[in-house]
Nanobody
Framework: QVQLVESGGGSVQAGGSLRLSCVAS????????MNWYRQAPGKEREFVSA???????AYSISAKGRFTISQDKEKNTAFLQMNSLKPEDTAMYYC??????????????????WGQGTQVTVSS
């Protein structure tokens, strides 16, 4: 059973920064490829950023240049550093692990797990 636990959300003023964390745990998996999504009230969930096992990153247009995704592989933790926050960044932020590396074989497999979310509120 894989679990993702996010933290780091909060309320900040426009121009401020927050750092989100997502810790993945699971007895049969020793590595994860992780993504961040967000969902604002009344809107669909949207992609924010991704990082794969070799460190390759991807960003949405709105996140590029302001957000930075990183990972600590030893701790199975992904981070999202968010700078220059804007009111339109207000949303529930969700961590997603879409691939896991099996401990016994080292092979990667699709898992597609979501965390419970952490709220980010940016005031103008």
């Amino acid at each position: 059973q894989v679990q993702l636990v996010e933290s780091g959300g909060g309320s900040v003023q426009a121009g401020g920064s927050l750092r989100l964390s997502c810790v993945a745990s699971g007895r049969t998996y020793c590595g994860f490829e992780m993504n961040w999504y967000r969902q604002a009230p009344g809107k669909e969930r949207e992609f924010v950023s991704a990082i794969d096992h070799d460190g390759t990153t991807a960003y949405s247009i709105s996140a590029k240049g302001r957000f930075t995704i990183s990972q600590d592989k030893e701790k199975n933790t992904a981070f999202l550093q968010m700078n220059s926050l804007k009111p339109e960044d207000t949303a529930m932020y969700y961590c997603n692990a879409d691939r896991g590396r099996r401990c016994y074989s080292g092979s990667w497999t699709d898992i597609y797990i979501w965390g419970q979310g952490t709220q980010v509120t940016v005031s103008s």
